[in-house]
């Protein structure tokens, strides 16, 4: 039977549905593994207390932050006092002396940037190695190669903005009114491209990856 349309090509599935699919994955996602991550950075900051300066990488399983620990601030989440004999003990612990909502400490920063950026290279993705197989006759090994490469090209390019912005509230503390007269000087200088300073060692880094990622998942 021959294919006619972009919603035979994705076994009728529509763009709307890919992006419901996507955002619903992202979301699960972060749910599931934050919980993970916190516990591991309480762990690693009881066995060797984070010091004023040093970073640390907080993962969610959609992507990575770099925090900057402060100094003095015992109210943060990742310097809590707990006395801890495993994963397990930790989990209970924090539940019973936090609260449930402390295992998802983190987590909002993510939700903000992550999930767009999933919905738009996933659901991008699969437009383009429809559009590409049915439209432009490649073979099936060269579609996810080219349409991995092209989704994650227009998802950095977009998310790129959020990810100055992330990167700059990382780098120091800086309250939101703060953030804003940074961005707002940033462009001043250099015009509304600042908002998308980075991107080009971000794509050297992602489009690659998205190249091999495909690649080997169509084989």
Known sequence: ?????????????????QMVA????????????TPLDVVKIRLQAQSSPFSKGKCFVYCNGLMDHICVCENGNTKAWYKAPGQFRGTLDAFVKIIRNEGLKSLWSGLPPTLV?????????????????????????CSPDKAPLLAGALARVGSATVISPLELMRTKMQSRKLSYREL?????????????????????????RDVPFSDCCYSYFAI
């Open 1 to 17: 039977m021959s294919v006619s349309g972009p919603a035979n090509e994705l076994n009728g599935i529509t763009p709307l549905q």
């Open 22 to 33: 996507s955002c619903s994955g992202a979301l699960l996602t972060s749910l599931f593994v």
């Open 113 to 137: 940037m992550a999930v767009p950026a999933t919905v738009i290279y996933f659901t991008c993705y699969d437009q383009l190695c429809a559009f590409l197989k049915r439209s432009l006759g």
């Open 180 to 204: 804003h007269v940074c961005l707002q000087s940033s462009v001043a200088t250099d015009g509304w491209l600042a908002l998308w300073k980075g991107l080009g060692p971000t794509l050297l």
